[in-house]
Every structure is written in structure tokens, then in C-alpha cells.
């Protein structure tokens, strides 16, 4: 049983930074894509960035290119979202979720586009507020 769990959310003025962290437990197999998501109420599911395990290959979301950086440490088998200039729109309930099936690039890119918590593992999420 693959259990994930985040952590790090809270409460931020518009042009400051959060940390999110994600802790994966359990055997998730072979080399795939995990990645983090958010909802804002009303709205729909939408990828903000995703990573290969083997090698780090990253994906993101056009919203916060340049802005989130996704990492992880295979030691503690975390995965991190560092979030820098924050904006209002930026605020929701953000996911961590790993998919041990999204083993492509092109099955990464549409999971991140075509965002879905249908397969996967996912937590139960960390709210993020960005204040103007």
C-alpha cells in the first residue's frame, strides 16, 4: 500500500515564498512520473509539476514556469515544491500524487495538461493562501 502524504501549506502575502513537502511510503516500483496538483474552489483539477524519478526529468504547468521548482531526495523519498513570487491565483489545495503507470514522457505531459486524480496515488492535500 503506497501511502502519500503533504505537508507545508499555509498563509502568504502576494510576492512571498512556501515550501511544500510530500512523503511517499510503501513500494511503488519501477521508475515513473510523481507530481504535484492543485484545486482552487470552483475550479477544475490543474497540473502544476511533475518529475521522473529516475534521472529527474521535470514538467510544469505554463501558470508557474519560472516561478516553482520540483525536486525530490530519493533518500527520505520526498518530493518538494518550492513556490518563489507567489500570486493570489496561485491559492487552493495542493496534491501530491505518484502514478506508477505514467512511465512516458507523452503520458507525464498529459497527465500534467489533462489533470486527473482517476489513477495514482494521491494525499489529502495541503491548502496554500496567497493574500494581495
Known amino acids: 500500500q503506497v501511502e502519500v502524504v503533504e505537508s507545508g501549506g499555509g498563509s502568504v502575502q502576494a510576492g512571498g515564498s512556501l515550501t511544500l513537502s510530500c512523503k511517499v511510503s510503501?513500494?511503488?516500483?519501477?521508475?515513473?512520473?510523481r507530481g504535484w496538483f492543485r484545486q482552487a474552489p470552483g475550479k477544475e483539477l490543474e497540473g502544476v509539476a511533475i518529475?521522473?524519478?529516475?534521472?529527474?526529468?521535470?514538467y510544469y504547468g505554463d501558470s508557474v514556469k519560472g516561478r516553482f521548482t520540483i525536486s525530490q531526495d530519493h533518500a527520505e523519498d520526498t518530493i518538494t515544491l518550492q513556490m518563489n513570487s507567489l500570486k493570489p491565483e496561485d491559492s487552493g489545495m495542493y496534491y501530491c500524487?505518484?502514478?506508477?503507470?505514467?512511465?512516458?514522457?507523452?503520458?507525464?505531459?498529459?497527465?500534467?495538461?489533462?489533470?486527473?486524480?482517476?489513477?495514482?496515488?494521491w494525499g489529502q492535500g495541503t491548502q496554500v493562501t496567497v493574500s494581495s
Open positions: 518529475i521522473f524519478t529516475d534521472g529527474g526529468r521535470t
Open positions: 510503501g513500494s511503488t516500483g519501477n521508475s515513473h512520473y
Open positions: 500524487a505518484v502514478d506508477p503507470t505514467k512511465v512516458s514522457d507523452t503520458a507525464a505531459l498529459d497527465w500534467l495538461n489533462r489533470a486527473s486524480r482517476k489513477f495514482g496515488y
